[in-house]
């Protein structure tokens, strides 16, 4: 049927919707689609010049057409009201019902009708279904039941669920990025399970210093050494090199000792330098002088710069037990002066800021500072190993590995009280040093 069709001056209709139609068609050319079979009942229809879409059915020019069309011929859709299939002829859907092609289960609606039926209980289709074939459509619950007990049956759950064997296995041990991503993951909840809350707090510091230590030796130095003599540096700088510090910055003179906290920004860039930098350097330096007094030329170059990286990561790891109770101090005076300013809702505000200030404090001197500690022991390190190496120069590379971390060091500490974004970028031009100094050291050593 198609446009060429509606050559009269009656009535012209569009079929279709909206969206998508076809025509215009004469009355006559539909009726005689209605009468052939060609369009159903619920095929919508505009009249031209009109705005209203209707079934066909619904028309008046076209209902006693489906009315004669029913009478002779029988037509329904299958499926579900928001799916179906057809119209097909009653006597194609007990073809299909007895092929097997059909199922009784299924539902179906006559032409004109909306009431959707099993097709087992529609009159036209029950002999049919009576003789449908024995593929037994009931029992497709029952066979397919069967079929996964038979699937579970026949799964290997132990090689389902754990996926290791013994060639695996083997390389799961050597993966060292298994083990970052697992004792990163795993460790700090350990450490939660101990009830006492210092032993948490030390447990923490100690962690992420080791786990520092772990990641420069096995990824930056791709070191194979052994890892006593680092861990002795780590407690020694600890329990003996910041205690000492202490003990000589009592005999500094007072303005001297308080220079990094000096008013005058000059000042405390000098102060942080001349007195925070070269002092703390000096002390995390101590383990590495021993261990090259002990080895002299027989001290490998990677274990003196690891030394040093583990004696600067002991020291930032004690240096955080200090700070950590500062903060708490901090966070008591904060609630202090909340009272003072506010009363009772001043004291829970200002308890509330110290425990935020507390918390990024514990995570930045856990994670970067540490670190950072690390980097510029590691860099003094380097330059004495260069000292020992060279024979010559010793004089200028000593001064060298102690000017170089103490610049840096106490640049980040000055940048801390001026300009946060600068110190981090000083620790990030620190690493970078640190890096190129390595990548030259085992350029020398070939």
């Not at 025509?23 to 009468?35: C, D, F, M, Q």
């Not at 019902?97 to 009708?113: C, D």
């Not at 590995?401 to 840096?408: E, T």
């Not at 300009?419 to 640190?434: D, E, R, V, Y």
Request: hydrophobic share 45%.
């Amino acid at each position: 049927m198609t446009s060429n069709d509606n050559l009269t001056t009656e009535v012209q209709w569009f079929l279709g919707n909206s969206e998508s139609q076809k025509g215009p068609y004469s009355t006559e050319v539909i009726r005689k689609g209605i009468l052939d079979g060609k369009l159903h009942a619920r095929l919508k229809a505009l009249r031209v010049g009109s705005d209203s879409w209707m079934p066909l059915n619904e028309i008046p020019d076209f209902t006693g057409v489906f009315a004669s069309a029913t009478a002779t011929t029988v037509r329904w859709f299958l499926g579900n009201p928001g799916a179906m299939k057809g119209p097909y002829e009653t006597k194609d859907i007990q073809r299909g019902i007895t092929g097997g092609k059909i199922s009784p289960l299924q539902q179906a609606v006559q032409e004109g009708s909306a009431n959707w039926t099993l097709i087992s209980e529609i009159p036209e289709f029950v002999d049919a279904c009576i003789n449908a074939p024995t593929k037994d459509w009931g029992d497709t619950g029952k066979k397919t039941a069967q079929k996964i007990l038979e699937e579970f049956r026949q799964t290997d759950f132990k090689n389902e669920i754990i996926p290791l064997d013994a060639s695996n296995y083997q390389t799961l041990l050597k993966d060292a990025m298994f083990w970052v991503v697992l004792i990163l993951g795993v460790a700090p909840l350990a450490i939660t399970s101990f009830q006492d809350i210092n032993i948490q707090f030390l447990g923490m510091l100690f962690f992420f210093a080791m786990f520092w230590g772990g990641l420069l030796r096995g990824v930056v130095l791709k070191s194979n050494d052994k890892i006593h003599l680092p861990i002795a540096a780590f407690f020694f700088t600890g329990f003996i090199g910041i205690p000492l510090l202490l003990y000589v910055f009592n005999w500094h003179p007072e303005s001297y000792l308080t220079m990094p906290q000096h008013q005058n920004f000059v000042l405390r860039l000098a102060g942080s330098i001349l007195h925070t930098g070269i002092w703390e350097e000096l002390c995390k330096i101590l383990p590495v002088i021993a261990y090259l007094i002990w080895k002299r030329q027989n001290a490998q170059p990677l274990m003196v710069i690891l030394i040093g990286i583990f004696s600067g990561l002991g020291f930032g790891a004690f240096e955080n037990i200090d700070y950590g109770e500062r903060s708490i101090d901090r966070t008591i005076l904060l609630g202090l002066e909340g009272v003072k300013q506010a009363g009772a809702d001043g004291f829970v505000e200002g308890i509330a800021l110290g425990t935020q200030a507390a918390m990024i404090n514990v995570m930045l001197r856990s994670l970067s500072l540490v670190f950072a500690h690390a980097l510029w022991t590691g860099i003094f390190a380097y330059y004495l190993t260069r000292a020992i190496q060279s024979g010559n120069r010793w004089y200028v590379l000593c001064f060298l590995g102690l000017a170089v971390p103490s610049v840096l060091h106490g640049t980040y500490n000055w940048f801390q009280s001026v300009q946060p974004a600068f110190a981090a970028l000083t620790i990030a031009f620190s690493f970078i040093l640190f890096y190129g100094y390595l990548v030259k050291l085992r350029q020398g050593s070939q």
